[in-house]
């Protein structure tokens, strides 16, 4: 089975540019989760859907982040104007709904703002 | 605000030796405490998960420790190998969420001496 596929792999781009993030969950899984990782703040939670329904996005750090998800096999994360500081990886993960069902994350897309 | 502390942030070990990392969590209604294991480039992907209702937990070389009066859980790796190197999380889910929102620890670098 095809795992969470993210795209692009890496993204470089200047300052002030809009920057979107894609993804495709695995088939039949139920949430969506968007992450960012950092060597300063470890592994954030941003936003995550149920259903392509956004449950919780308490923790998009400002108004320059929006995420969607039109349909149940793609979420995007945008980000603009991008800055420097929103330089970081980030991680699309899944799963079936059920308190012992793993996340299964993409590879991430690498993301630098220059 | 619900919070899972990881330590050590960063571990050196030699080949054949036993990898210990330790997480405290803070607040009592938790159910699921998943690993999660990171190797460079990759997504997180989960490893090993226990419930509180177990004391330990053990798959191959790995085992989870938990101790539910200290509020404490630690994974141990078994005869490290240097392909164990990669960075660790642990993790918890809020008891009775109807989402699988995962609380996570800060991270540990492990890195098997040959």
């Known amino acids: 089975d095809a795992g969470v596929i993210q795209s692009p792999r890496h993204e470089v781009t200047e300052m002030g540019q809009e920057v979107t993030l894609r993804c495709k969950p695995i088939?039949?899984?139920?949430?969506l989760f968007w992450y960012r990782q950092t060597m300063m703040r470890g592994l954030e939670l941003l936003i995550y859907f149920n259903n392509n329904v956004p449950i919780d996005d308490s923790g998009m750090p400002e108004d320059r982040f929006s995420a969607k998800m039109p349909n149940a096999s793609f979420s995007t994360l945008k980000i603009q104007p991008s800055e420097p500081r929103d330089s970081a990886v980030y991680f699309c993960?899944?799963?079936?709904?059920?308190?012992?069902?793993?996340?299964?994350f993409g590879d991430g897309t690498r993301l630098s703002i220059l | 605000q619900q919070q899972v502390k990881q330590s050590p942030q960063s571990l050196i070990v030699q080949k054949g030796g036993i990898s210990i990392i330790n997480c405290a969590y803070e607040n009592t209604a938790f159910d699921y405490f998943p690993w999660y294991q990171q190797f460079p480039g990759k997504g997180p992907a989960l490893l090993i998960a226990i419930r509180p209702d177990v004391s330990e937990k053990k798959e191959g070389r790995f085992t989870i420790s938990f101790n539910k009066s200290a509020k404490q859980f630690s994974l141990h790796i078994m005869d490290s190998q240097p392909g164990d190197s990669a960075t660790y999380f642990c993790a918890a889910l809020p008891y009775g969420g109807a989402t699988n929102k995962l609380i996570f620890g800060t991270g540990t670098l492990l890195a098997v001496q040959p």
């Open positions: 993960a899944s799963s079936r709904i059920g308190s012992n069902q793993p996340q299964h």
């Open positions: 088939s039949g899984h139920d949430y």
